[in-house]
C-alpha cells in the first residue's frame, strides 16, 4: 500500500468522448505525476503537478490536461478519446523541497482505460 | 535522453538461479532509482543509488553504480516465482523518466 489511490479503476469509453481520471497523493506529498503506460511499454510521462501548477510536460497533446487541488489530489483529464488513448494510466506522488526530489515516486494502481 | 534503458528487455530464469539487469544513461545523475511492476499493476520502488554510492544492498536485491561507464546493475539473487515482473530504472532529474524495461520470468 503506497497511499496513493486512483479512480476509476476501469472505465470503457467511445472515440470523442471525455474521460476525467482521479488520484489522491500519499499524505505529505506536494507533486503529482501521470503517466500514460500502453500495453508491453514503459510509462510515459505526461505532465507532474506542484503547487497547483503544471510543472512540466511530456511529449503529449493540449487535449491531455490537469489540475492539482489546495489538497495535492489530481486529476486528468481527456478531452476528444482516441483508440490509441486505450492504456493504463498512472498517478505518482512524490515530495519536491527545494526544487529537487526529495526521494522516491509512489504509485497507484492505475486507472485502465479502454477506448472503443 | 533523460531516462535510463534497460538492458535485457526480456530475462527467463528457473527459481533459485540469480538475475541480473542492467540500466544504462547519458546524463549526470544525482541518483539512480530502481522499480518493479507486476503485471498491470503499479510500480513499486526498489531502492535508491545515490551518485556516491558505488553499491547498495535490500535483502536479496544488490545494485551497483558506474558513475565513468554511466551504468547501473539490479542483481537479485536466489530469485523466486513471485520475482516476475518487470524492472524499470531512472534516473534523477527534475522529471522521473522510465524506459521499456526488463520483463522478468521466473520458472518454478
Known amino acids: 500500500e503506497t497511499g496513493v489511490t486512483q479512480s476509476p479503476t476501469h472505465l470503457i469509453k467511445t472515440r470523442g468522448q471525455q474521460v476525467t481520471l482521479r488520484c489522491s497523493s500519499q499524505s505529505g506529498h506536494n507533486t503529482v505525476s501521470w503517466y500514460q503506460q500502453a500495453l508491453g511499454q514503459g510509462p510515459q510521462f505526461i505532465f507532474q503537478y506542484y503547487r497547483e501548477e503544471e510543472n512540466g510536460r511530456g511529449n503529449f497533446p493540449p487535449r491531455f490536461s490537469g489540475l492539482q487541488f489546495p489538497n495535492y489530489s489530481s486529476e486528468l483529464n481527456v478531452n476528444a478519446l482516441e483508440l490509441d488513448d486505450s492504456a493504463l494510466y498512472l498517478c505518482?506522488?512524490?515530495?519536491?523541497?527545494?526544487?529537487?526530489?526529495?526521494?522516491?515516486?509512489?504509485f497507484g494502481e492505475g486507472s485502465r482505460l479502454t477506448v472503443l | 535522453s533523460q531516462q535510463g534503458e534497460e538492458d535485457p528487455q526480456a530475462l527467463s530464469i528457473q527459481e533459485g538461479e540469480n538475475a541480473t539487469m542492467n540500466c544504462s544513461y547519458k546524463t549526470s545523475i544525482n541518483n539512480l532509482q530502481w522499480y518493479r511492476q507486476n503485471s498491470g499493476r503499479g510500480l513499486v520502488h526498489l531502492i535508491l543509488i545515490r551518485s556516491n554510492e558505488r553499491e547498495k544492498h535490500s535483502g536479496r536485491l544488490r545494485v551497483t553504480l558506474d558513475t565513468s561507464k554511466k551504468s547501473s546493475s539490479l542483481l537479485i539473487t536466489a530469485s523466486r516465482a513471485a520475482d516476475t515482473a518487470s524492472y524499470f530504472c531512472t534516473i534523477n532529474t527534475d522529471k522521473l523518466i522510465f524506459g521499456t524495461g526488463t520483463r522478468l520470468q521466473v520458472f518454478p
Open positions: 505518482a506522488s512524490s515530495r519536491i523541497a527545494g526544487g529537487r526530489y526529495t526521494g522516491e515516486l509512489f
